[in-house]
């Protein structure tokens, strides 16, 4: 009877070099767990115009056969596991997404080479990030697969993912055996050594001596910070431990995080494997174009889910890491804001048990996590982008739909008039009710009702607040955006094939005609960007905020993969996901695009988020920014104002604000830390390093967290119907706005102009 190594071997070999090098025979010899010789004994010659190249790659390739069945077992658990995978279904899949993308995508980038080796590189990032695993000879190894991937799509032949995984599995193995040992060693926490937390700053280990001093310097890491948590918690205790005693408390705790973060390691499949190369074959088109399997559509609407418990987050996949992308407006992590954008998840603990590792960990199966039953208390550790640590308690809540629909509210100008204040957290449209015909709740609408509201007391001016907002439908946007201009077009719109369309506003009332300023910052992105970009390019109002906007300024469509599947086949292959993809580009009125740059504001204020690498342009295979000619537009006359004299008195407000000062000063402090990754593995210095942030997070907690009422905030005087909310949180709201620098800057520039 065939062996189960012999069947992987001859599986493996016969997919790796065929097409377009065909075999003849693959002759070799078996010794128990060794395969130690291998023969090409011809290729057919009409192939070998494909050079050195091809044939030193196919060399290669065999090399890692060789290497996998030498240094890899091959347990009857895990080839039946490779037999139960469905490869006509993944050879189905990677051919619709081979030829789906090129056709598709805005860029129509062709499957060649070069996005090859981009698909490759994403995947690798996918698969180890981190370098905690992989040695530098399996990258090598794994690397000869990339520049034919697309050549393997087409004939139905990847095997990049199955090579993958059992080297990742084997080296998961090794890996937990050396965790082990370093576990039953204590740690010298007084010498000097520092351990580097970028990876992007450090090469794959070279071999199993060096990863194994990488762990003990992770692990080290981790129980020096655990014992410093243990110590502080104690100061309220009555019954006090050791030194002793806290180390061993540290390191059985930390022991036990390790231990369950193995345990999910080993329950990955080939089939997760196979789905993130697919997701990186999407990804290499950029960054918003992504391959769903079945059980991750959830993402699509996760945070349009009208009773979702949990905390209100929606996590991002980054590099293996799970990325905070947005809060939900009136989540309760938004409500306690210490969870912020760009914050990294590391560990998930309920209250008083365990933390869980969940690096690596997809998205979907960290939010499974993070929810819960209303009113239990949750735990998460989060590495800030200035490097920092920091352990978040959030107290689970209904995630309520009402929460992110456009807010409004009076506040009171120095001169003892009224400004107007107009939140919108989205631009929000059920389609579904909308292409039925029934009614169905938007972002215009209720804006429309918001501005009539707030007009009602003839305000001085009004702020349209669209920081944090992602952005949505874009219909929303446009019709938004006429009600405060007379007529005339919005944005431009660029499909694949090179033609423009302007989208307009037809209609000539306009809602609201008095002064404007919009408030913005690095979050706001796509329909958002379209918003204000247009009421600047009209000078119809003032743009406040940080240096830059987000920049995405591309419209993604859907695919389902299993249409246009006949009947027989999609009962065969069963559910294939879906495809998001780009397929147009937005312009400004002006001509130039949101894409990539995002755009200046007119007055740029002090930021937390100054030092942030966040925006399209840090993402991988970001569309790049172009521009084309402008649309015909007239500029707005109704409000003037010259806007270098505007600018000159902001500034000299902003440079004596004790809120602003603070906010710069801690930008430069985060600026700092996130500069030094290199972090020292000494006790002493990491307890100095500890208390100095906790001193610094002190002094300026009061500005910055008034910094942040208007941007979360959801306790409203009164939701967009009109209707009335709780006084009392309403008003307490409205105290925690009116302090917030940036909507106190913006009444000021309202009254200067």
């Given at each position: 009877?065939?062996?189960?190594?012999?069947?992987?071997?001859?599986?493996?070999?016969?997919?790796?070099?065929?097409?377009?090098?065909?075999?003849?025979?693959?002759?070799?010899?078996?010794?128990?767990?060794?395969?130690?010789?291998?023969?090409?004994?011809?290729?057919?010659?009409?192939?070998?115009?494909?050079?050195?190249?091809?044939?030193?790659?196919?060399?290669?390739?065999?090399?890692?056969?060789?290497?996998?069945?030498?240094?890899?077992?091959?347990?009857?658990?895990?080839?039946?596991?490779?037999?139960?995978?469905?490869?006509?279904?993944?050879?189905?899949?990677?051919?619709?997404?081979?030829?789906?993308?090129?056709?598709?995508?805005?860029?129509?980038?062709?499957?060649?080479?070069?996005?090859?080796?981009?698909?490759?590189?994403?995947?690798?990032?996918?698969?180890?990030?981190?370098?905690?695993?992989?040695?530098?000879s399996d990258v090598e190894v794994l690397r000869t697969f990339a520049p034919d991937i697309g050549a393997n799509l087409q004939h139905g032949t990847?095997?990049?993912?199955?090579?993958?995984?059992?080297?990742?599995?084997?080296?998961?193995?090794?890996?937990?055996?050396?965790?082990?040992?370093?576990?039953?060693?204590?740690?010298?926490?007084?010498?000097?050594?520092?351990?580097?937390?970028?990876?992007?700053?450090?090469?794959?280990?070279?071999?199993?001596?060096?990863?194994?001093?990488?762990?003990?310097?992770?692990?080290?890491?981790?129980?020096?910070?655990?014992?410093?948590?243990?110590?502080?918690?104690?100061?309220?205790?009555?019954?006090?431990?050791?030194?002793?005693?806290?180390w061993d408390k540290a390191t059985a705790k930390e022991g036990q995080i390790f231990k369950d973060f193995f345990v999910r390691l080993h329950q990955?499949?080939?089939?997760?494997?196979?789905?993130?190369?697919?997701?990186?074959?999407?990804?290499?088109?950029?960054?918003?174009?992504?391959?769903?399997?079945?059980?991750?559509?959830?993402?699509?609407?996760?945070?349009?889910?009208?009773?979702?418990?949990?905390?209100?987050?929606?996590?991002?996949?980054?590099?293996?890491?799970?990325?905070?992308?947005?809060?939900?407006?009136?989540?309760?992590?938004?409500?306690?804001?210490?969870?912020?954008?760009?914050?990294?998840?590391?560990?998930?603990?309920?209250?008083?048990?365990?933390?869980?590792?969940?690096?690596?960990?997809?998205?979907?199966?960290?939010?499974?996590?993070?929810?819960?039953?209303?009113?239990?208390?949750?735990?998460?550790?989060?590495?800030?982008?200035?490097?920092?640590?920091?352990?978040?308690?959030?107290?689970?809540?209904?995630?309520?739909?009402?929460?992110?629909?456009?807010?409004?509210?009076?506040?009171?100008?120095?001169?003892?008039?009224?400004?107007?204040?107009?939140?919108?957290?989205?631009?929000?449209?059920?389609?579904?009710?909308?292409?039925?015909?029934?009614?169905?709740?938007?972002?215009?609408?209720?804006?429309?009702?918001?501005?009539?509201?707030?007009?009602?007391?003839?305000?001085?001016?009004?702020?349209?607040?669209?920081?944090?907002?992602?952005?949505?439908?874009?219909?929303?946007?446009?019709?938004?955006?006429?009600?405060?201009?007379?007529?005339?077009?919005?944005?431009?719109?660029?499909?694949?094939?090179?033609?423009?369309?302007?989208?307009?506003?037809?209609?000539?009332?306009?809602?609201?005609?008095?002064?404007?300023?919009?408030?913005?910052?690095?979050?706001?992105?796509?329909?958002?960007?379209?918003?204000?970009?247009?009421?600047?390019?009209?000078?119809?109002?003032?743009?406040?905020?940080?240096?830059?906007?987000?920049?995405?300024?591309?419209?993604?469509?859907?695919?389902?993969?299993?249409?246009?599947?006949?009947?027989?086949?999609?009962?065969?292959?069963?559910?294939?996901?879906?495809?998001?993809?780009?397929?147009?580009?937005?312009?400004?009125?002006?001509?130039?695009?949101?894409?990539?740059?995002?755009?200046?504001?007119?007055?740029?204020?002090?930021?937390?988020?100054?030092?942030?690498?966040?925006?399209?342009?840090?993402?991988?295979?970001?569309?790049?920014?172009?521009?084309?000619?402008?649309?015909?537009?007239?500029?707005?006359?109704?409000?003037?104002?010259?806007?270098?004299?505007?600018?000159?008195?902001?500034?000299?407000?902003?440079?004596?604000?004790?809120?602003?000062?603070?906010?710069?000063?801690?930008?430069?402090?985060?600026?700092?830390?996130?500069?030094?990754?290199?972090?020292?593995?000494?006790?002493?210095?990491?307890r100095e390093r500890m208390e100095v942030e906790r001193k610094e997070k002190t002094s300026l907690s009061g500005q910055l967290r008034s910094s942040?009422?208007?941007?979360?905030?959801?306790?409203?005087?009164?939701?967009?119907?009109?209707?009335?909310?709780?006084?009392?949180?309403?008003?307490?709201?409205?105290?925690?706005?009116?302090?917030?620098?940036?909507?106190?800057?913006?009444?000021?520039?309202?009254?200067?102009?």
């Amino acid at each position: 009877m065939e062996s189960c190594k012999q069947r992987t071997l001859n599986r493996i070999v016969a997919r790796t070099i065929r097409p377009p090098l065909l075999i003849s025979r693959v002759k070799n010899t078996m010794n128990q767990d060794n395969f130690t010789k291998y023969q090409l004994i011809r290729c057919q010659s009409r192939y070998l115009f494909y050079g050195d190249r091809y044939m030193k790659n196919i060399i290669h390739r065999l090399l890692a056969v060789v290497l996998i069945l030498l240094v890899f077992t091959c347990s009857l658990a895990r080839a039946e596991d490779l037999w139960e995978l469905d490869q006509k279904r993944n050879q189905l899949i990677g051919y619709m997404l081979e030829n789906a993308l090129p056709a598709a995508h805005y860029t129509h980038k062709k499957m060649d080479e070069t996005l090859s080796v981009a698909v490759f590189n994403l995947y690798l990032k996918q698969l180890d990030y981190q370098k905690r695993f992989l040695l530098s000879s399996d990258v090598e190894v794994l690397r000869t697969f990339a520049p034919d991937i697309g050549a393997n799509l087409q004939h139905g032949t990847s095997v990049l993912p199955e090579t993958a995984y059992n080297i990742m599995q084997e080296r998961i193995a090794q890996v937990e055996r050396l965790v082990d040992e370093i576990m039953a060693t204590s740690f010298n926490v007084t010498i000097d050594e520092v351990y580097e937390t970028d990876p992007e700053k450090m090469d794959y280990a070279k071999d199993l001596p060096e990863l194994k001093d990488r762990w003990r310097k992770i692990m080290k890491e981790q129980v020096i910070y655990k014992r410093l948590e243990l110590e502080e918690d104690q100061k309220t205790e009555k019954v006090k431990s050791s030194d002793a005693e806290l180390w061993d408390k540290a390191t059985a705790k930390e022991g036990q995080i390790f231990k369950d973060f193995f345990v999910r390691l080993h329950q990955e499949k080939l089939q997760d494997h196979y789905d993130r190369f697919f997701n990186a074959i999407a990804r290499a088109y950029g960054p918003h174009t992504d391959y769903f399997p079945p059980e991750l559509r959830e993402q699509f609407d996760i945070e349009m889910r009208g009773n979702l418990e949990g905390v209100g987050a929606i996590l991002r996949d980054e590099n293996g890491f799970n990325k905070v992308v947005s809060l939900v407006p009136g989540g309760p992590a938004a409500k306690q804001g210490m969870l912020q954008a760009e914050d990294i998840l590391l560990q998930i603990a309920e209250n008083g048990a365990n933390p869980v590792d969940i690096s690596g960990m997809r998205p979907n199966d960290a939010a499974q996590l993070i929810r819960g039953p209303k009113g239990t208390k949750i735990l998460l550790t989060v590495k800030k982008p200035d490097g920092t640590k920091k352990v978040i308690p959030i107290t689970r809540d209904v995630v309520e739909i009402e929460e992110t629909f456009v807010k409004s509210s009076l506040l009171d100008a120095p001169d003892g008039g009224k400004i107007g204040y107009i939140m919108i957290p989205s631009f929000y449209r059920d389609f579904e009710k909308t292409n039925n015909g029934e009614d169905a709740r938007n972002a215009t609408d209720d804006t429309r009702t918001a501005i009539r509201e707030v007009t009602k007391s003839n305000p001085e001016g009004m702020i349209l607040d669209l920081r944090n907002d992602g952005g949505g439908s874009l219909i929303d946007a446009v019709d938004i955006t006429g009600m405060f201009i007379k007529s005339g077009p919005v944005v431009q719109v660029k499909d694949s094939s090179g033609q423009v369309h302007v989208l307009s506003d037809d209609n000539d009332n306009i809602e609201y005609s008095g002064p404007l300023v919009v408030l913005v910052n690095k979050f706001s992105a796509s329909a958002s960007e379209v918003v204000a970009a247009a009421l600047q390019d009209y000078k119809r109002a003032i743009i406040v905020g940080d240096d830059f906007t987000y920049g995405k300024g591309t419209v993604q469509n859907i695919i389902n993969l299993n249409n246009n599947l006949r009947p027989e086949a999609l009962a065969e292959f069963g559910d294939l996901g879906v495809l998001k993809l780009t397929t147009q580009k937005f312009y400004r009125i002006s001509g130039g695009s949101t894409q990539n740059r995002g755009f200046a504001p007119d007055v740029v204020l002090p930021s937390l988020f100054h030092h942030l690498q966040s925006g399209e342009k840090y993402l991988d295979y970001s569309l790049a920014w172009d521009q084309i000619g402008p649309a015909d537009y007239v500029t707005f006359s109704g409000v003037p104002y010259n806007i270098d004299i505007v600018r000159t008195m902001s500034e000299k407000r902003v440079g004596q604000d004790p809120d602003f000062q603070a906010i710069a000063k801690e930008a430069k402090l985060a600026k700092e830390r996130g500069m030094q990754t290199a972090v020292s593995l000494n006790v002493a210095d990491v307890r100095e390093r500890m208390e100095v942030e906790r001193k610094e997070k002190t002094s300026l907690s009061g500005q910055l967290r008034s910094s942040q009422a208007g941007q979360y905030g959801s306790d409203l005087l009164s939701g967009a119907g009109g209707k009335d909310l709780d006084k009392d949180h309403s008003f307490s709201w409205q105290a925690e706005l009116q302090k917030d620098p940036y909507v106190r800057e913006s009444i000021n520039i309202l009254v200067d102009i």
